[in-house]
Every structure is written in C-alpha cells, then in structure tokens.
C-alpha cells in the first residue's frame, strides 16, 4: 500500500523541505516509486526541484480548487514525481474555509490515486507532502491525509518553539479525522555532537519520547544551504557529503531495507540526463 508521510513542524527554518525532498530521492534510491506534494506558500520544495512553471501549468491550487482538475503530476526523474506549489496558494485558506468537509479535500483528492492497480500494485509507495510552518487549514488537510507525521527538529535552544501546539494538533487530527495517523518520529536537524545543545536536544526527546526519535542524526552540512541555488538536493549537488549519507540511512531506517551499491551515483546521474536532454530540447 502507499504511505503517506508528511515532514511538519510549526516552526520555521527546520529543514522541512530540505527532509522532504531528499528523503523522497533516498526512498527513490531504494527502489521506491515516490511522489513529492508542495502544499506551503513559499513553494521551497518546488523552487528546489527547479520547477519552470509556465502561465498554463497546474498546480497544487488548481487541483484543489477545479473539480474537473486531475492530479497535476511532474517527473523529476522515472517513479520519481511531484506535484508542484504556486503563489496562488496564498488564497487557498479563504478558499477552504467555504468548503464543506475543509479538512478532508486533500484526502478525498488523493484517494483515486491510492487505490491499487489491476496487477495489483500501487502508483507510488511513498507519498512525502511538505508543510508549511503554520496552524491553519492546510496542514488540518496535510494531516488527515497522512498516515505518519515526521517531525524535524532542529539542535537547538528553539526547538520547542510550537512543539506543544503542533502535538496538540496532531492529537485532534487523530481523534476527530484521521484515526490511523501517528507521529513517525522526531528526526534531529543540524546536529553537532561536539556540541552541548545538540546532546541536551537529544537527551530531552529521548528522554520525553523514547520510542519517537529516530537513531538517525541529520548533521550540520553546509552543502544543505548550497544546493538549492542549484536547483539540486544533497543527492545531486554533494553525493560525497554527510548530509548524503544521513538521509540515506534514515530511508533504511524507516524501510528496514539496505542501500544499493550504487547509491552515491543514482541521483546525480539521473539529474544529469535530465538537464542534457533540456538542453538539446532548447537547442
């Protein structure tokens, strides 16, 4: 069956659209047919996928907001798909708030997509959808939708800032809407075991929710602050990198699957077949 995982935190700045892509191309790595979803305003995941939206493409808007519309699907590399975000987002609160159900339209447009195929399989084993740092009805969308909720959290002196309201959320999502969803677990941004922050961080949420923290550690990697100005992940822009190993052990983690002997290689090459093949098309 698809899982539907959603990287969310009400704080900004975390590394929510840093995790869902990179764990969406890790999840690719390992086999998996993945579809990325940009449900947040600022459009990070659909900048950093590269995204050369034309006047007539769809977006996530228009599939929310036109009956008639089909999922607004984009390839970025074979079983790796995307569902871009536009400025037009900015209206989409007002435009739920008027809708009967406003917290299940996400879901009830997903669920064609989530129904298995004559041979049996599925159209993607993942779904990853990125958040937007906020309350709002949106993310209320995001969550009754998702079956995990995985919650990046960064090594620092602010990383309980919106943690209790985020919970709280989570919590009435799953008792009112959404009865399979569960928190996936606290996955730890910019992490520096040198440093005494990140070891208080750590022992707070092992400490506070021992069965919820991932063993994985996302360190602090300059590469994750490079690599969008190339419309690139740490997969495509810094194979050699931490930061590539990191998100890489997190997709074993949560599949309990090990990494191909390839791995360092799958992204970066697929990127570039990509781009040679859109500049021949320009030519």
């Not at 006047?55 to 590399?77: C, H, I, R, S």
């Not at 609160?93 to 989530?114: I, Q, T």
């Not at 959320?169 to 922050?197: A, C, H, M, P, W």
């Not at 997709?251 to 791995?263: S, Y």
Request: glycine share 6%.
């Amino acid at each position: 069956m698809t899982t539907i995982i959603s990287p969310l935190n009400y704080k900004g700045g975390v590394g929510k659209s840093t995790t869902a892509y990179n764990l969406g191309v890790a999840l690719w790595i390992l086999g998996r047919k993945v579809l990325l979803i940009d449900t947040d305003t600022q459009c990070n995941l659909t900048n950093l996928i590269g995204h050369n939206q034309t006047g007539n493409d769809a977006t996530l808007f228009e599939w929310l907001t036109q009956d008639d519309q089909k999922m607004p699907v984009y390839e970025q590399y074979p079983d790796l798909y995307y569902v871009p975000a536009s400025n037009k987002l900015s209206n989409i609160e007002s435009f739920l708030m008027n809708k009967r159900n406003r917290e299940k339209v996400l879901a009830k447009k997903l669920a064609p997509y989530l129904s298995p195929l004559p041979n049996g399989n599925y159209l993607f084993d993942y779904i990853i959808i990125d958040c937007a740092p906020k309350e709002g009805i949106v993310n209320d969308n995001v969550m009754s939708a998702s079956d995990y909720i995985l919650i990046p959290t960064e090594c620092s002196g602010f990383s309980l800032q919106g943690m209790q309201n985020l919970l709280f959320s989570i919590n009435d999502v799953k008792e009112n809407l959404n009865e399979k969803l569960d928190i996936l677990g606290f996955l730890l941004i910019k992490y520096d075991k040198q440093t005494r922050i990140s070891k208080q961080v750590t022992e707070f949420f092992e400490s506070n929710y021992p069965e919820k923290v991932f063993k994985t550690r996302i360190r602090k990697n300059i590469k994750f602050d490079e690599s969008p100005l190339k419309h690139q992940g740490i997969f495509e822009y810094a194979p050699e990198a931490n930061g590539s190993e990191d998100y890489m052990s997190l997709a074993e983690e949560i599949t309990g699957e090990t990494r191909p002997t390839d791995w360092q290689q799958k992204a970066l090459t697929a990127w570039n077949i990509k781009n040679n093949i859109k500049e021949e098309e320009k030519q």
